[in-house]
């Protein structure tokens, strides 16, 4: 059983920025990949980036250049640091964990809006 608990959401104004963090506990495979979705309202769920154990990286193309995701091995934690933020990225977002032959794990979300 894996836990993730995600947490840095909230209200911003365009151009803003914000970071969000997501804690990992429990049965955690040392090769994993951890990522950031997001779904708007009457959307489909889509990736916003990945990151793996080994440090490689994967984003959307419509947030290359503006967000970043990292991790914190000593502290069981994966973040992702949103800039230029447009209301366009206003979504629930979600931490996800996958690792071969593991089940994968969403966690609980955490609002982000965006005002124009």
């Known amino acids: 059983q894996v836990h993730l608990v995600e947490s840095g959401g909230g209200l911003v104004q365009a151009g803003g920025s914000l970071r969000l963090s997501c804690a990992h506990s429990?049965?955690?495979?040392?090769?994993?990949?951890m990522g950031w979705y997001r779904q708007a309202p009457g959307k489909q769920r889509e990736l916003v980036a990945t990151?793996?154990?080994?440090?490689?990286?994967n984003y959307a193309d419509s947030v290359k250049g503006r967000f970043t995701i990292s991790r914190d091995s000593a502290k069981n934690t994966v973040y992702l640091h949103m800039n230029s933020l447009k209301p366009e990225d206003t979504a629930v977002y979600y931490c996800?964990?996958?690792?071969?032959?593991?089940?994968?794990?969403w966690g609980q979300g955490t609002q982000v809006t965006v005002s124009s």
């Open positions: 990151i793996t154990s080994a440090g490689s990286t």
């Open positions: 996800h964990y996958s690792a071969l032959g593991a089940n994968q794990y």
């Open positions: 429990g049965s955690i495979f040392s090769i994993n990949t």
